[in-house]
């Protein structure tokens, strides 16, 4: 780690002087932040936001917008299905993997519906109409979405529903809903500072946090803050030091962030004993169209298939890139992930929705395919009989796709090489990525009220976190929209805790 971005705090009795104060100071003007000062401004509090950036967004500007919601939110229900808060949870808690916070899954599913009412409220609007196809975004403004729940093994853990909710939007919503929060901020009266880059929290001897010292245009800025510090500043996939050191594996892939994603806001927590958790997870989106997907197979570089087709695409990434090497046995790429899939399948996504992506191999027969791909001889022929049987019983027993998606591959067959990344092959000349993009997952340990805790479990006096600065619901697992839900959900908490601190 270098020690080229101190974040040793400043002792309190050494600060002669604060330029600013104010009651609540939220860092980071995401969508974890602009939740957080909404709230602690609607409480009361004098709030003032410090961004990095000319101005609000982050990731969460640059996000699809899908926002995890559920427990019978009226667009769920307008679009015919029940839902509980019961089975919402009972589904996170398997989705969101090992280690997943039950407590903050109960919390976030009970809350949900008036959660959903809360955005509703600051103007981010949500069409009562459902897309029915896997995907990563609708190329339509639909509101409701499935997320995995009706895919195997969750169909038999939780009563399905589907609980993507997007903000109407003819394509990504997370500009719009950044506006929607960032402007309810503003209105209820937060302030913000922008280019404002926040190094150091300041402590007294008591270990409380009390004020924050930042860099703007080159001069330093030191904050005296009365109730807390919200720390919403997003992840940690932007520094490669930190990811070498907590999850090697995301190392090398593409980066899903505005770039600012530096783990900043862990790394100053944690110089004051935070305790972190789940450090190593990421969310891992592997560069393939889920309708391709679904209507045909997931190999790997053995040309077998690992997965169930038509689940969450996120999750076929994460098997892809965590679960190969269960056993030790695995000695491939992880990201020499494959999509076959015949005519038939191919012309059924309509072009747009294949995000310029085009077949690298076009073969009469698998054992062309498997020369043409370089994958092993007889793999894909023995993969594709036996998913062929499959489809014939209408069962699949190696992965359970549900039976609407299982139909027998009939050449000529198609391979897409996810690492061509979804981009047209004549685009993409030469340059091939890993085919997965990430983000973090792991962050401060905080509780259902946003305290950052420290090793022993104990809340840091004047000190909250929210976003992916925290880790927030996740265990190993990510679903889509649950950390604009999480961010959204728990920085409100966050930002209210705060303003209430005596
Ligand atoms: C293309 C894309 C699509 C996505 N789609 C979805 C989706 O549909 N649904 C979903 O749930 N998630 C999605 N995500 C992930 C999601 O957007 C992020 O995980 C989420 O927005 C994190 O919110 P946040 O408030 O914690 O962080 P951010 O929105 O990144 O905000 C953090 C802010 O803190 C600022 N900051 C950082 N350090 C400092 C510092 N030291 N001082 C001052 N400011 C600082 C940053 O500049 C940034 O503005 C997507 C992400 C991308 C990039």
């Excluded at 003007?29 to 401004?41: D, N, R, T």
């Excluded at 930190?242 to 530096?262: E, I, N, R």
């Excluded at 190999?299 to 098997?319: K, S």
């Amino acid at each position: 780690m270098t020690v080229r971005n101190s974040v040793t705090p400043r002792a309190a009795g050494e600060v002669s002087h604060y330029d600013i104060e104010t009651d609540v100071l939220v860092v980071g003007y995401g969508a974890a932040g602009a939740s957080a000062a909404f709230e602690a401004a609607h409480a009361g509090a004098r709030v003032l936001v410090l961004e990095r950036c000319g101005g609000a967004g982050g990731a969460s500007a640059m996000s699809g917008g899908e926002i995890y919601l559920g427990g019978g939110t009226p667009i769920q229900v307008a679009c015919g299905f029940d839902d509980t808060p019961e089975a919402m949870a009972a589904f996170l808690k398997a989705a969101l993997g090992a280690g997943a916070d039950a407590a903050k899954i109960d919390e976030y599913s009970a809350g949900s519906v008036e959660h959903f009412h809360w955005l509703v409220d600051r103007g981010v609007p949500f069409k009562p109409s459902m897309w029915d196809v896997p995907t990563w975004v609708p190329p339509t403004d639909d509101g409701l979405m499935w997320l995995g729940e009706n895919s195997w093994p969750f169909t038999e853990l939780a009563h399905p529903a589907p609980r993507g909710h997007r903000p109407t939007a003819n394509d990504f919503g997370g500009k719009l809903l950044m506006e929607c929060l960032s402007s309810a901020a503003e209105s209820a009266g937060a302030g913000a500072l922008f280019d404002t880059q926040v190094s150091t929290l300041i402590a007294d001897e008591g270990g409380s946090v009390v004020g924050a010292v930042a860099r703007q245009y080159g001069k330093e800025i030191t904050f005296r803050v009365h109730r807390g510090i919200v720390l919403t500043t997003g992840g940690f996939v932007d520094n490669d030091d930190m990811l070498a050191a907590h999850a090697p594996q995301l190392l090398g892939h593409t980066k899903v962030s505005a770039g600012t994603d530096d783990g900043s806001g862990i790394r100053m927590a944690q110089s004051l004993g935070a305790a972190v958790r789940h450090m190593s997870a990421g969310q891992v989106g592997m560069s393939l169209i889920p309708g391709l997907a679904a209507r045909g197979m997931v190999v790997n570089a053995l040309g077998r298939r690992f997965v169930n087709e038509d689940t969450y695409p996120g999750r076929i990434g994460q098997h892809a890139l965590y679960r190969q090497n269960m056993g030790g046995s695995w000695a491939g790429d992880d990201t020499a992930v494959w999509v076959i899939v015949d005519e038939e399948g191919f012309e059924e996504v309509p072009e747009p929705q294949r995000w310029g992506v085009r077949p690298t191999h076009v073969a009469e027969t698998p054992a062309e395919l498997e020369e043409l791909t370089g994958l092993p001889a007889g793999s894909l022929t023995a993969t594709i009989t036996r998913y062929n049987e499959f489809a014939c019983r209408g069962t699949d027993l190696d992965h359970h796709k549900s039976a609407r998606w299982l139909r027998a591959l009939t050449p000529p067959l198609a391979a897409v090489d996810v690492r061509a990344g979804v981009r047209p092959p004549s685009e993409a000349g030469d340059r091939r990525g890993t085919g997965a993009s990430v983000f973090t997952l792991g962050g401060l340990h905080t509780d259902l009220d946003g305290h950052v805790l420290d090793l022993d479990g104990r809340p840091i006096p004047g000190l909250y976190a929210a976003g992916r600065a925290a880790n927030g619901l996740h265990g190993f697992g990510y679903i889509s929209g649950t950390s604009l839900g999480d961010s959204t959900f728990f920085g409100r908490r966050a930002g209210t805790a705060a303003a209430r601190r005596a």
